[in-house]
């Protein structure tokens, strides 16, 4: 079982390690409250806020409200919301699990979608074996007044053909420590393809540890990792890599 690390040492050791900004992404109602309440503890730390599809059945109308509130509270500035909460999410579809009916897990992504729209922010998009449904309701979006929605991937492990997709409808595409797994041929393949400036780099932690700490507690210092391999990949030097994704995410996430 893996120990749980404290905030304050993994935000201690990711500065170590360089990293400039970290933001913690909500799964639930409690706990985008917790994230929201970790980024007014650190300056550097930011937070998502939003409903996974995991817990889609029980996400009702005063849970969006409450998602709501929460982007508003002691929000002034940025249209009157909360400049620590940077995206609504995650939210999307998981047909891996299933732990919820399909029929609410559209309901809750298309609400916070809306809601992603209402606040001016960018969303945080979970797929897991849901490809065609996430295209086809983020593709409604892609044009006419819902163009200005502003959407990620996270942790991408779809093949190259979905990820030209998710380009075409102006998305972004997140990679985590898969991309370093022995079995993740394909999925370095698909790295290669996507071009560097829709690319940002995460670790989905705790989970995902790359392949270097499997069997560790993943953090956000070990993002690094997910940087080299895709240096390795494209050719490209840590450098490159390291400025030209940490420029993407703090434009789309209006970081700085």
Do not use: W
Request: proline share 4%; with cysteine.
């Amino acid at each position: 079982m893996l120990k749980k690390m404290t905030p304050d040492f993994a935000v201690k050791e990711s500065l170590r390690e360089n990293v400039k900004f970290i933001i913690n992404v909500g799964s639930s109602l409690e706990g985008s409250k917790k994230s929201l309440e970790y980024s007014r503890l650190y300056n550097n730390v930011f937070a998502s806020v939003g409903v996974h599809p995991h817990d889609a059945g029980d996400f009702k109308d005063k849970d969006l409200a409450a998602l709501e509130a929460l982007v508003k509270r002691d929000g002034i500035s940025n249209n009157n919301r909360n400049k620590k909460i940077v995206a609504i999410g995650e939210t999307g579809f998981d047909y891996f699990r299933n732990l919820s009916p399909k029929k609410d897990q559209i309901k809750a992504f298309i609400s916070q979608i809306e809601l992603a729209l209402k606040c001016n922010l960018p969303l945080i998009v979970h797929d897991r074996d849901a490809h065609a449904d996430i295209l086809k309701i983020l593709g409604s979006y892609s044009s006419g007044k819902s163009k200005k929605l502003k959407a990620v991937v996270h942790c991408f492990s779809g093949s190259t053909d979905f990820a030209f997709k998710c380009l075409e409808l102006g998305l972004f595409i997140s990679f985590t420590g898969i991309i370093t797994f022995p079995n993740a041929k394909s999925l370095g393949e698909t790295v290669k393809e996507v071009p560097i400036d829709k690319i940002f780099i995460e670790t989905d932690a705790p989970f995902l540890a790359p392949q270097e700490k499997r069997g560790q507690e993943n953090y956000p210092g070990f993002v690094k990792y997910v940087a080299y391999k895709i240096a390795e990949l494209k050719n490209m030097s840590i450098a490159e890599v390291a400025i030209i994704t940490s420029k993407n995410a703090e434009i789309f996430f209006s970081l700085v």
